[in-house]
């Protein structure tokens, strides 16, 4: 991961925040990058959850615009980072997606747009801020409530198209579509209680991304329930 930062046209904008609750000594590796690319490490403790460490991450960071990388993930190329920030900067827009190259099976090119997740994306810092936009304290697809609550208070989402991030799918948890359930109904809650005008946009956005993409039985049936509960 870090030698894809080191590889960026505009590594010398990039500050690297690297958050980790392991107890994997990698002092070797971060030493003969450090003088090459701005990094700050930070232990926390065994039990931060995902969203605790990219929430950490978010309130420790002064860079206007913000990307999240795991470790199962690379800036695809040396333009990636570039082309995103002058996509964000020619549209003023809240956050920017390009494509995610997924390695699995077969490999293939995904919008990442049509995931539920912050994976292939940037988003200005103040645009998060401003808006109170937090990870829920969950632990696995903490993306989801996150990117969902973002979709719907930003002002304007645009999309690059390029090839932003490789992310090696054979690493995800097999079970990630199931527990992408309990997420949506995270952001669904978020906007009832928060601001109702949005779900209709909500609901649109959950076909488009499930139904569209041969979705579970399971999830089809939690946005009818949603258009039920909340629209009818």
Known sequence: MLLSVLLQTIKDKVNVYIVDNSNFNYTNIIEKFSNKI??????????????????FGIEKSVSKYIMFLSSNELIYNCFSL??????????SADVVYGNVVISDSCAKN???????????????????????????NINSNEDCSFYGIC?????????CNYNVVYS???????????????????AILFCYNNNKKYLRDVIKYLYNVYVNDNCSDELLSLI?????????
Request: aromatic letters at 14%; a negative charge; proline letters at 0%.
């Open 224 to 232: 009818h329930s949603i258009e039920k509960l909340y629209l009818e």
């Open 38 to 55: 701005q990094i700050k490490v930070f232990k926390v403790d065994s039990n931060y959850t995902f969203s605790d460490m990219k929430q």
């Open 110 to 136: 995904v919008a990442c747009d049509n995931l539920f997740a912050v994976v292939g994306k940037i988003f200005r810092r103040d645009f998060i801020v401003n808006n109170n936009i937090h990870f829920c």
């Open 151 to 159: 979709y719907m208070l930003a002002t304007n989402i645009c999309y």
């Open 168 to 186: 090696d799918k054979n690493t995800v948890n097999k079970d990630y579509f199931n527990s992408i359930v309990d997420n949506i109904k995270c």
């Open 82 to 91: 570039k082309y995103m920030i002058d996509a964000a900067e020619e549209q």
